[in-house]
């Protein structure tokens, strides 16, 4: 058993970070430092308990 994490969909064209919709998320610099050329796609969350929070 795991626990679940609410967060968004996030993926990574290799140049920047979007939602599943294709809206583009502005993370800060340090975030996406060591990101790689190629494509990721996975789930983002901040902490427990923040749903709700944009």
Known sequence: MSEKLDGIRGYWDGNRLLTR?????????????NFPA????????SKQ??????
């Open 21 to 33: 919709k294709g809206i583009p998320l502005h993370p800060p610099p340090w975030f996406i430092k």
């Open 38 to 45: 190629f494509e990721l796609d996975g789930e983002l969350w």
């Open 49 to 54: 308990g923040d749903f709700d929070s944009r």
